[in-house]
């Protein structure tokens, strides 16, 4: 019963963590850029919801989509400003400005909501739900479900719509995308908006699970790079078999290792898979 | 051809034999200063080595840096003297470095970057819970090192100089060797490379062996100079980026830019560190943004660029 219980426990999470990645799985396959400010992103995100629910009372899992919208802007416009001046650039550079715009996103939240962990404490609290010998908390299952929501309607959004099929097109071949009259550098803004839309909402989502702060964004950054090296990189069902994978990983590092191995646990299987397996368990050129 | 050899061997260190002298009576300040920069400058140039001749962007900096230091701050304890406690962290690091490229130097591009990023992290968490050889999160110290010719600041001063030197000397007798040849190669095209017959796994094993060597000598040096170290200090993530800064700054891949972009690094660090206590990584972090944006090619690069034509330098991108 144990077993059943830890493997409960990381399935409940896997929803959350597919959220987490997602969105920076869609930034790595269409831009081709390792969002190092992804972390920072969902950390955002949690503020945001902290004070919708100060100011408001608003749940934050209702609130996960707007949080998202809201950001959305943002990381279009940031995209279409900054970042797509050296699109054509090496990785390396491209990797240091998002790691310069991390360092500057997170120092700002530092001095504006100081390093202090909070939590969204709702009123009454989620509680658990009793399957008799096992028990799921609630707030787990609502996070995993309001996740998968918003990844299904990504990926619809990327199968059906003309945006959608743009950024796949720019993905497989930006300049046969360009030639057949993509606006290769719109598209761009628009991707990575939906990345940090996945992030923001990834940290509305996890605020009432977990304490929020800005030191704590290194972690999330972690987290998204181990999950979609396990799924595969630039698949959104990669990002959510991995997502399940960690928290299920995290669950069983945590109950024979002891908690504070879980992540250790979950890198050293990511040297492993780099070695073995460089593109995941799911892995494929093109995305969705 | 004995020139060849014989000049990069002499010439950086009758450069930082020189600056010793001059430096060694000045007060604590600015040896304090000329330290940190002998150690940011062979940090840089060791980076350079396999992130900048070969083009394989590592981020393990970090990584080895801790590495080095734990293995001469437990040494030391046991009793090894402090020349003793440094080999073996260069040994330590060398050695970790070699095993560790069977693994993932046959990665490309970003899967290596994040492998690498992530190693730091690993050893961090085992430093963290090894907490009967390494003092875990609490930290650890070190004895004083029992010097007679030199105070304290003079023999880190010292050390960290002639680890610097070393660094270039290794970087110019590379540049000029058949290894050099095969970075550079590499770097361009790797299976071209492979194809005209470069040992490529050869080259860019030696290369992260060699990065690595002066990495973990640093780090011990570190560990020495400062007398206590915890893992969140020394396996520290900024410590992979910072060097790539200053390669970067400096104009990568060359031999020397990377000593240049150590001492502009520190110039600003040191400007910044001083009169922003409150804000300095976020201003860290729009000089990133900056210099990515407007000198992607290094100081170098300014050369005959003015303010005026800045727009020049934006609209060439894409």
């Known amino acids: 019963m144990l077993w059943l219980q830890v493997l409960v426990n990381g399935l409940a999470v896997g ?12 930034v790595w396959g269409v831009l081709n850029i390792i969002n190092i400010l992804h972390g920072s992103l969902i950390v955002l995100g949690g503020y945001l919801a902290f004070f919708a629910h100060q100011y408001w009372g608003i749940n934050p899992f209702l609130f996960a989509p707007l949080a998202g919208a809201v950001m959305f802007a943002g990381g279009v416009a940031l995209q279409y400003c900054v970042i797509n001046h050296v699109m054509a650039r090496p990785f390396l550079i491209t990797l240091l400005l998002t790691f310069g715009l991390n360092l500057f996103l997170d120092n700002s939240m530092l001095a504006l909501f100081s390093a202090d962990y909070r939590k969204v404490l709702l009123n009454p609290a989620p509680g658990v739900f009793d399957l008799g010998s096992i028990v799921v908390p609630a707030d787990r299952i609502y996070a995993t479900l309001v996740g998968l929501v918003l990844i299904s309607a990504l990926a619809l959004l990327l199968r059906f719509t003309q945006f959608g099929r743009a950024i796949i097109a720019v993905r497989m071949d930006r300049d046969a ?79 024979l290792l002891g908690p504070e191995h879980a992540l250790t646990l979950a890198f050293v299987l990511l040297i492993a898979l780099l070695a ?10 093109g995305f969705a | ?44 140039l060791a980076w350079n080595i396999i992130g900048g001749i070969a083009g394989y962007p590592s981020f393990a900096t970090a990584a080895f840096f801790g590495l080095g230091a734990y293995v001469t701050a437990v040494a030391q304890n046991l009793g090894a003297p402090l020349l003793v406690g440094v080999g073996l962290a260069g040994a330590g ?10 693994a993932i130097l046959h990665l490309r591009g970003k899967y290596f970057a994040i492998a690498s990023l992530v190693i730091a992290e690993v050893l961090r968490e085992l430093t963290n819970s090894w907490t009967s050889v390494t003092g875990g999160g609490m930290g650890i110290n070190l004895p004083l090192a029992k010097t007679t010719l030199l105070t304290q600041p003079q023999l880190y001063l010292a050390a960290m100089l002639f680890l610097a030197a070393a660094a270039t000397s290794a970087s110019m007798l590379i540049d000029r060797s058949r290894l050099g040849v095969a970075l550079r190669c590499i770097a361009q095209n790797e299976d071209a490379a492979q194809i005209i017959g470069v040992d ?23 560990a020495s100079w400062v007398t206590y170290i915890d893992p969140t200090d020394v396996y520290d993530g900024a410590m992979s980026v910072k060097p790539i800064l200053m390669a970067l700054l400096g104009g990568v891949g060359s031999v020397f830019g990377p000593v240049l972009g150590a001492f502009a690094y520190l110039l600003l660090e040191e400007l910044l560190w001083r009169n922003l206590l409150e804000f300095h990584a976020g201003i860290l972090g729009l ?17 005959g660029v003015g303010l005026v034509s800045l727009p020049k330098i934006w609209r060439r991108a894409p």
């Open chain 1, 276 to 285: 073995v397996r460089p593109s995941g368990l799911l892995g494929r050129q």
């Open chain 2, 200 to 222: 490529t796994r050869m080259a860019k094993t030696w290369a992260f062996v060699i990065s690595s060597l002066f990495i973990g000598l640093v780090g011990g040096v570190y």
């Open chain 1, 177 to 255: 995308a360009a030639l057949l009259g993509v606006n290769v550098r719109w598209t761009y803004a628009v991707a990575f908006g939906l990345g940090v839309f996945m992030a923001g909402s990834a940290g509305a989502l996890l605020s009432a699970i977990f304490p929020i702060s800005p030191v704590a964004s290194a972690g999330y950054l972690s987290k998204a790079f181990v999950i979609c090296v396990i799924g595969g990189l630039g698949s959104i069902p990669g990002a959510v078999i991995g997502g399940f994978a960690l928290g299920v990983i995290e669950s069983f590092g945590a109950l």
């Open chain 2, 93 to 102: 690091a060398a050695l970790f470095a070699g095993l560790l490229g069977s």
């Open chain 1, 15 to 26: 929803g959350l963590y597919a959220c987490i990645a997602v969105g920076f799985s869609l």
């Open chain 2, 1 to 44: 051809m004995m020139l060849r050899i014989a000049l990069p061997l002499a010439l950086p260190f009758a450069i930082v034999a020189v600056a010793f002298v001059l430096l060694s009576q000045t007060d604590a300040y600015i040896i304090r200063l000329a330290t940190t920069f002998g150690m940011y400058a062979a940090l840089a």
């Open chain 2, 287 to 303: 000089l990133v943004v900056l210099l990515v944006l407007f000198l992607p090619g290094g100081l170098s690069q300014i050369r």
